[in-house]
């Protein structure tokens, strides 16, 4: 089964850096590790209630198999458990995207 990322973004490129909200994130890039390819979307639930878990329905129907954000809160964590996402929490502030896209390449 193909590896799929989700990391929560700042910016629309991946010199943007990691943002530290999962649901309150501003975009999202989705990062095919075996092809090296990705793709960024903004967040269509930044702006909603239960926003994390909106993110969440959402990253299932895109085949996410990992997220990879800052932080995620207690209903997202429980829902990810349940769901069998992996979840990869970094607390570096100021990590870009694309270094974090060099360390999980095949």
Do not use: H, W
């Not at 799929?4 to 999962?22: H, Q, V």
């Amino acid at each position: 089964m193909e590896k799929i990322f989700a990391i929560s973004s700042t910016g629309k490129t991946e010199k943007s850096l990691l943002d530290l909200r999962f649901g309150k994130c501003e975009n999202v890039v989705i990062y095919y590790a075996e092809k090296n390819q990705y793709s960024i979307i903004e967040n269509p639930f930044k702006d909603t209630e239960n926003s994390g878990i909106q993110l969440v329905d959402f990253l299932r129907g895109e085949k996410v198999t990992t997220i990879i954000t800052g932080e995620v809160g207690p209903k997202v964590s429980a829902m990810l458990e349940k769901e069998k996402f992996q979840l990869v929490l970094l607390p570096e502030e100021r990590i870009k995207v694309e270094e974090i896209m060099d360390r999980i390449k095949p």
